[in-house]
């Protein structure tokens, strides 16, 4: 692939067995919507104890049996809060690090330069972010925070950013594919196409997940003009308790 070209998100999705969890940001093809989403994947048991609920503007990620939970600390977490004109999605509670540095009036990168990848060695999963500007810029960006060596080190800190532009969206996933230890995601977001509906997308991403891995995901398209919303959720298990 070129620098400008365009990936079809369903291919990247179905010959990748273990994309992890992953961030997706861009605009629909007709120009009408922003599109955000972010789905979840996971191996062991206590990965793939997880549901998303949604309480306003929020998401929230909770045991689907609270029962058999083991560890809840890398694992229930908001992925998705609003505040002002901002979107923030990310994969862990830095979401709310993020929430709390832009409420008190400071930027994005300031947030993450307190935070680094996950302690979970050896896999030692990135942090990836996004935060969508739903003012008249029209801009995103992306974050991921990873290890700058296989012994968790220090934290290498990338940010990119954009303008939403028709049709065209970007997808950061914290792994590059399935393995043991996980490789995690390397070079800048994919480059993919954004399609009209929320619908639609959320056919696109949950049809080519892997069966066995997939846990959870969440659309939600939001009208440039009106600013309404429309949100899509899919969980794989139901909340029991």
């Known amino acids: 692939m070129t620098t400008y070209d365009v990936a079809d998100l369903g291919a990247?999705?179905?010959?990748?067995?273990?994309?992890?969890?992953?961030?997706?940001?861009?605009?629909?093809?007709?120009?009408?919507?922003i599109a955000v989403a972010y789905?979840?994947?996971?191996?062991?048991?206590?990965?793939?104890?997880?549901?998303?609920?949604?309480?306003?503007d929020t998401v929230t990620?909770?045991?689907?049996?609270?029962?058999?939970?083991?560890?809840?600390?890398?694992?229930?977490?908001?992925?998705?809060?609003?505040?002002?004109?901002?979107?923030?999605?990310?994969?862990?509670?830095?979401t709310d690090t993020i929430y709390n540095f832009m409420k008190?009036?400071?930027t994005f990168e300031e947030a993450l330069e307190t935070r680094e990848f996950e302690p979970d060695g050896p896999n030692w999963t990135p942090r990836i972010s996004g935060v969508v500007t739903l003012d008249e810029s029209e801009s995103y960006k992306m974050s991921i925070l990873k290890s700058q060596d296989a012994n968790g080190t220090d934290c290498a800190r990338y940010?990119?950013?954009?303008?939403?532009?028709?049709?065209?969206?970007?997808?950061i996933h914290t792994y590059k594919e399935n393995g043991n230890p996980i490789p995690t995601f390397e070079g800048e977001?994919?480059?993919?196409?954004?399609?009209n509906t929320a619908e639609e997308l959320k056919q696109l991403i949950w049809n080519n997940l892997n069966e066995e891995n997939k846990i959870s995901l969440y659309v939600r398209y939001i009208d440039v003009n009106g600013r309404s919303i429309e949100n899509k959720l899919v969980n794989k298990f139901e909340k029991i308790n």
């Open 12 to 33: 990247l999705l179905k010959n990748n067995e273990y994309p992890g969890r992953g961030i997706i940001i861009g605009k629909s093809e007709d120009g009408r919507s």
């Open 189 to 195: 977001p994919e480059r993919i196409a954004i399609p």
């Open 39 to 56: 789905f979840i994947m996971g191996r062991s048991a206590n990965s793939r104890n997880r549901v998303f609920t949604e309480d306003g």
């Open 61 to 94: 990620i909770y045991p689907a049996d609270s029962s058999k939970v083991e560890d809840p600390s890398l694992i229930i977490y908001n992925p998705i809060r609003k505040i002002g004109d901002n979107l923030i999605v990310t994969n862990g509670d830095q």
């Open 104 to 106: 008190d009036g400071n």
């Open 159 to 171: 940010t990119f950013s954009y303008k939403l532009q028709n049709g065209l969206g970007h997808f």
